[in-house]
Nanobody, 115 residues
Framework: QVQLVESGGGAVQAGGSLRLSCAASGYIYSRYCMAWFRQVPGKEREGVAA??????????YYDDSVKGRFTISQDNSKNTLFLQLNSLKTEDMAMYYC???????WGQGTQVTVS
């Protein structure tokens, strides 16, 4: 059974930082492109960052709105994807989702609140 479980969300002040985690299980982790998306009520879900998890990780993508502030990374030994969020802005406030793009699986989301 494939599972993606996000954690690490919370409430921070503008300028603060958070580290989101996505623990993957039920499949061979290092074979797929994984991504972070975010969504606010009333708006479409938008891609934030993505990377290929094989061969040590590569083909990293960032949306222009987060370049230089967010960093996607992974710990293959723990089948875990991360998203480091720095210099947070109020417009970053959203529900953040982890996704396995190759298999079409999504996590339940973790809320990031910036005030």
């Amino acid at each position: 059974q494939v599972q993606l479980v996000e954690s690490g969300g919370g409430a921070v002040q503008a300028g603060g930082s958070l580290r989101l985690s996505c623990a993957a299980s039920g499949y061979i982790y290092s074979r797929y492109c994984m991504a972070w998306f975010r969504q606010v009520p009333g708006k479409e879900r938008e891609g934030v960052a993505a990377m290929y998890t094989g061969f040590g990780g590569g083909n990293i993508y960032y949306d222009d709105s987060v370049k230089g502030r967010f960093t996607i990374s992974q710990d293959n030994s723990k089948n875990t994807l991360f998203l480091q969020l720095n210099s947070l802005k109020t417009e970053d406030m959203a529900m953040y989702y982890c996704a396995n793009l190759g298999m079409g699986y999504w996590g339940q989301g973790t809320q990031v609140t910036v005030s």
